[in-house]
């Protein structure tokens, strides 16, 4: 039953993820509900929702091209502090104590459904840009680190800086910002090779899970309004931040 809830859940993320993002809010807690420490659950989440991400990114690779070579803003450094940040954020989490990190848990989820949340009323583009490129480069840094720590919440956070350096091409910002987030995972992803706390059978079911979902969300993609999706998860991020902090009390 525990290995179905954690495909079913897999599922799930790989479709929301194709939809709107924020398929960690469901994959996490499931890993918890099967008896994972709240550490061992985030680095398994990790794990296995990255083979997702490295295919959605090679979907991007002919806008990537561009946007890494885009002269507006410097994509190599960015992606140079995406590797370094998600590096120190996983080590930052296995640095925690699983009691800090369970106290931890339900203003980290709370936080990142915020974040989502304000992805719904983001501007699209601004008349005047209010980040320069060392602003740029400086919201990376915060959002890497945080990204290899936890992660809920990474994808609008760099829209919001890119959206606020003044970008408006949303094609380049997307491909830029999933190539980033990858980058972050890859570097947390191997630091958590190496830690004993993944948990391999649950991550493998999961990855398969979320492979899954993200064919059948790409799919349906036309059919589900992005909008449906990014409630149900903001909702869902909600009831859970409730939940966990219920459990520290």
Sequence with gaps: MSLLLIFLAGLAAGF???????????????????????????????????????????????TLRQSLDDPRIDGHKLAWISLVGGL???ILLLSTSEQVFAKLVPFLLLGATLVFAFGMFMPKQTDKPLLGAAGVLTAQVFVAIYGGYFGGGIGILMLAALTL?????????????????????????????????????????MAAGSIAGGFLGAHAGSSIKPLYVRLFVICIGLVLSLHFYLKTL
């Design 16 to 62: 929301i993820n194709a939809l709107a993002g924020g398929g960690s809010f469901l994959t996490f807690p499931s890993l918890i509900a099967a008896g994972l420490s709240p550490i061992a659950a985030n680095a398994t989440s990790t794990l296995a929702l990255f083979p997702a991400q490295v295919a959605t990114t090679f979907a991007y690779r002919k």
């Design 88 to 90: 120190f954020g996983a």
């Design 165 to 205: 350096y003044g970008l408006r091409d949303i094609l380049l910002m997307n491909s830029l910002k999933m190539a980033l987030a990858t980058l972050m995972n890859l570097t947390a992803t191997g630091v958590f090779l190496f830690s004993g706390k993944i948990y391999w059978l649950e991550a493998v079911v």
